[in-house]
């Protein structure tokens, strides 16, 4: 009888993890990290995508993101 053993040690390839490690690794631009608008620690992912910031990334996380379009959308309303 022959037994099945799953690979312990299965490569799977992860382009995207790959890229994240290296981009880490150069440091070419200052990774998102910190929220300009809490000032707290965020990971990566934390961060809103920006095409127009060098970074590729908003310097405020998405928390403060929404806080601000909603204080907005509230303050326009009150104006009306
Ligand atoms: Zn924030």
Redesign the pocket.
């Known amino acids: 009888m022959t037994t099945f053993r799953p690979s312990a040690h299965a490569t799977v390839d992860f382009p995207l993890y790959d890229d994240e490690v290296a981009g880490e690794m150069v440091n070419a631009e200052p990774a998102p990290g910190r ?1 300009y ?4 620690v ?1 990971s990566y992912e934390a961060f809103a995508r920006d095409a127009s910031k060098p970074s590729g990334r908003k310097s ?2 998405r ?2 993101d929404s806080r601000r379009a909603l204080a907005y959308y509230h303050s326009k309303k009150a104006a009306a």
Request: proline letters at 0%; one cysteine or more.
């Open positions: 929220c608008a809490c000032g707290a965020k405020v996380c928390e403060c």
